[in-house]
DNA sequence: GTGGTCTAGACCACT
DNA sequence: GTGGTCTAGACCACC
């Protein structure tokens, strides 16, 4: 499955996601070895430099850490990526929430306009 | 209330969505008149060329409208406002709804995700 | 004065260093405009993207902050200076002590070294 | 005690600077035999190539002679010794010295900075 | 082979 | 004009 981008926010933020997104969904399991930047870029369809910028910014996260001359690696700490799944989850919520709030939606509107809804 | 802005996406697309905002939840209300651009520029803290092409580009969305010499008003079509105000339900919903399905979150999970919140 | 690097660490930290010192320093003041990327780059003798790079990573600590289409600024928050300032002399004192301790030179020692240098 | 390293300069140098450290403090003594390379590898958690690599560069500089079939030891050239903890000395404070006269800091002024620390 | 850095040059969005 | 992003291609150090 090729990576889809749009143009609303810069394509290395984007693949930031993606990526922490696998991880917290266990996509990409902790300790597994990534792929190498290279591969992961042509996977994804864009330039090496781009993924490499990506991949180094999720590592101040702690999500990723590097073996000089050998690859990449999931962290191992599965508390942190359970950390991070929390907070995406918590923040998802409350910015979810805080729209329709501005909207006067009261909690039983949301939960009522949720439950129609096919998924 | 002066506006705040991050540094995340164009100041003038924030701008947009704090005005569209305000209209769809009726706290600039259908027919009502616009401050000056310059007193909206004052007021959010920003250049008035930045307000202008914030205001240039919701009048592409027919909710504001220009009278030569007079000023601008909010649109008297209340069905137009109905719509964004739709649209913008789903969008946010639909959002929503796609990051948690992403980490195989059912209908029913996230319905109890949110009963739990306090608001 | 151009900027000479060494090839121990690479470039765009080296920057970083450089400007940080010039700001701890005082040689860039609080609330100052910096140069543009452009100009700095030239000055410099680097690739603007290198220049780039060094910049946004000041960013993340607070001592720049960028103001989009304008230009960047030297942080008002002198306290924040003080900071770094405190910081960087801190850590290198520990370090050197560090080194020294480990060859078993007493402060006294240490000290009698430094006196004897012309400085 | 297990070997640390961080991930900012390459392994091997690190090596190089632990021991070459320990020769210079004495804790690996002038004609002592060193442990093999494998030995010491699985002492520092490292590849055995990373090792090697190590070793052989300390032995350019004459602080380490290789006995064929035998094995490594530290020189007896003693004066040698003393030759690099002079320099390795006056590295040191000399890069610690250049910091704090980047701010402005006068010998004085250093020194009195040493003397309040504990140690 | 792997990650990391740098250059060169282009294009875009914002003020 | 300013910062930001992306591509392309090269080179290096490390394991």
Known sequence: ????????????KQINDIIIS?????DYKSGEKLASVRDLAVEA????????RALSEIEGTGLLTTLRGDGRYITEDKELIGKFRQRFIEESTAEFLGKMRAL????????????????
Do not use: H, L, R, Y
Not at 22 to 26: E, P
Not at 104 to 119: V, Y
């Open 1 to 12: 499955m090729a990576w889809e981008f749009n143009g609303k926010s810069p394509i290395f």
């Open 45 to 52: 369809g864009v330039n090496p430099n781009t993924m490499q």
């Open 104 to 119: 006067d939606f009261s909690k039983d509107e949301i939960i009522s306009i949720i439950s129609k809804i096919n998924m």
């Open 22 to 26: 696998k991880i917290i969904k266990g």
